[in-house]
């Protein structure tokens, strides 16, 4: 007797196309720390950024109470680089995951996003 095999459909985990935002539109899940901004690996990121912009975009998620902001999942140490060098936007991947306090272990500490600007 031959058992019927359910197949289950797989869901995309990030929206096809990469979106260009404005820094106004995503919001931090957490502040980057002055101490992180001292350390050489920050530098690194930095100068990388500088002589060949950024390899990865950020990840965010739409923001259901607000479809004009989006949280921001993954990227955080680039995105506090990005504004410290006057950028307005950056390429955004999307996750069709809401679930943001799964993706990122770092997020936990909840702290509103401040600019050192």
């Given at each position: 007797m031959a058992r019927s095999r359910r197949i289950k459909s797989i869901s995309m985990a990030f929206e096809k196309n990469l979106i260009q935002l404005t820094l106004e539109?995503?919001?931090p899940l957490?502040?980057?720390?002055?101490?992180?901004?001292?350390?050489?690996?920050?530098?690194?990121v930095i100068?990388?950024?500088k002589e060949v912009g950024l390899?990865?975009?950020?990840?965010?998620v739409r923001n259901q109470s607000d479809p004009e902001k989006y949280m921001l999942l993954d990227g955080h140490v680039r995105l506090a680089i990005l504004s410290d060098?006057?950028?307005?936007?950056?390429p955004c991947q999307?996750?069709?995951?809401?679930e943001a306090f799964t993706y990122n272990k770092a997020s936990a500490a909840l702290?509103?996003?401040r600019s050192t600007k």
């Open positions: 539109q995503i919001c957490y502040a980057i720390r002055k101490e992180t901004k001292d350390t050489v690996k920050y530098r690194q100068a990388s950024i390899v990865e975009p950020l990840v965010v060098l006057g950028e307005q936007s950056a999307v996750s069709t995951d809401d702290l509103p996003f």
